[in-house]
C-alpha cells in the first residue's frame, strides 16, 4: 500500500509563483511606506551646489540642513517661478528663536553674516529687505550662497514656517 504522502506533491512554478508574489508585495508595501516619508528632487536652480535630493517629509529641520518649502505666492515670486508654487530649496541658517539683523545689505542671523542683500533682481526689479527680530518658533531662516539667491533675505520670501515645509532634504548627486 502506497505512504500517504506520495499524492502530493507540490507544482515547483506554483510555489516559486506564491514566492514571488509575497516578496513582491512585501516590497510594494515598503516601497509605498517609503514614498509617503520621502521624496525625490530633481534641482533646477543654480542657486544651491546639488542637483539631486532625497526629502525627508518627516523631519524637522537643523542648522545647516537643506530645507525644502512652497515660498508665499508673492506677485515677485510669481513673476519668476510661475503661478504653480514650485518648491525652494535652501540651507537653515536661522533657527527659532535666533535673532535676525539687517547692517546695510549685510544679513545677520545668530551673529553671523550669511548674505548680502541686493536692491534689484537681474531684471531691474526692486527687492525688498526680509524680516528682521527674533524668528518664531516653527519658522526658519533658509539662505542661499548663492550672491543672487531668492530666499529669507528678502520680504517676497521670507522664512519658512512649518506649514510650508515639505521636508528636510540630503543632496544624492
Known amino acids: 500500500m502506497p505512504a500517504a504522502t506520495e499524492g502530493f506533491r507540490p507544482r515547483k512554478r506554483l510555489w516559486a509563483a506564491l514566492g514571488l508574489f509575497i516578496v513582491g508585495a ?102 525688498v529687505a526680509g524680516p528682521t527680530g527674533v524668528i518664531p518658533q516653527g519658522c526658519y531662516f533658509a539662505g542661499s550662497p548663492h550672491a543672487d539667491g531668492f530666499d529669507s533675505r528678502y520680504a517676497a520670501v521670507g522664512y519658512a514656517c512649518s506649514k510650508k515645509i515639505v521636508g528636510v532634504g540630503s543632496s544624492i548627486l
Not at 511606506?33 to 539631486?52: F, K, M, Q
Open 26 to 127: 512585501a516590497s510594494y508595501n515598503a516601497i509605498s511606506d517609503w514614498r509617503d516619508t520621502h521624496g525625490l528632487l530633481i534641482n533646477a536652480s543654480e542657486s544651491l551646489p546639488n542637483w539631486a535630493f532625497v526629502i525627508h517629509k518627516t523631519a524637522v529641520p537643523k542648522r545647516g540642513e537643506y530645507v525644502f518649502f512652497v515660498p508665499p505666492a508673492d506677485p515677485l515670486v510669481i513673476r519668476h517661478f510661475g503661478p504653480q508654487h514650485q518648491m525652494f530649496g535652501k540651507l537653515v541658517y536661522g533657527m527659532p528663536g535666533d535673532l535676525v539683523v539687517h547692517r546695510g545689505s549685510d544679513v545677520i542671523v545668530a551673529g553671523k553674516l550669511v548674505a548680502r542683500m541686493k536692491p534689484f533682481t537681474k531684471t531691474g526689479e526692486p527687492l
